[in-house]
Every structure is written in C-alpha cells, then in structure tokens.
Nanobody
C-alpha cells in the first residue's frame, strides 16, 4: 500500500505564510519527482511546483518568488513553503509523486494524495 499524505493547510490572511508537507509511505521502490498541484474553487487543477530527487526545482509563474519547494529524500517527504499568500492562492493543494512501487507498478502520471485545503482571506 502506497500513501501520500498532505498536511499543513489552513486559513491564513493575505501576506501570511503556510508550509505544506507531503509524506510518501508504503511499498515504494523509487521516487523520482515530487510536486504540488492545486485546484482553486470552480477551476481546473493546475501545476504549482515540482522537485526532482536531485533537488532541481520548477515553479509556476504565479508562485515564483513566493513559494519554495524542498524535499527530504530519506523520508520521502516534500514541502511547500508558501509566503506572501494571496487570495488567489486559495485552493485544494495536492501532492504528486512520480514513483514505482515494490511490485513494479510505475505511476508515470504521478501518484496523488488526498489534498489539503488552503484558504487565504483578504
């Protein structure tokens, strides 16, 4: 059984900060890239940030300079530090992981967590 569990979401005022965490556990053979996506209310899911196992990062233009993604490979955990939050950052944030299970199943499109709600008030 593989699990991605997000945490750290909540309600915060504009210009505030939150740190999201995502811990992968279970019968995981390998994790390559981990990332964050979000789905604002009434909108489609969108890319936020990702990080490879070697630490290379990529960000959506909307969060560059405000969000920082990082990871602890030994714990299969990825973080998203969100600073100077805006109301438009309000969304359900999902953790995604490009991983292979111990039984050889490769999730090329990523394995998903359940999501954590982030609400930014003005």
């Amino acid at each position: 059984q593989v699990q991605l569990v997000e945490s750290g979401g909540g309600l915060v005022q504009a210009w505030g900060s939150l740190r999201l965490s995502c811990a992968a556990s279970g019968s995981i053979f390998r994790i390559n890239t981990m990332g964050w996506y979000r789905q604002p209310p009434g909108k489609q899911r969108e890319f936020v940030a990702r990080i490879t196992s070697s630490g290379r990062t990529n960000y959506a233009d909307s969060v560059k300079g405000r969000f920082t993604i990082s990871r602890e490979n030994a714990q299969n955990t990825v973080y998203l530090q969100m600073n100077r939050l805006k109301p438009e950052d309000t969304a359900v944030y999902y953790c995604n992981s490009d991983l292979t299970t111990n039984t050889g199943t490769y999730y090329a499109d990523g394995y998903w967590g359940q999501g954590t709600q982030v609400t930014v008030s003005s």
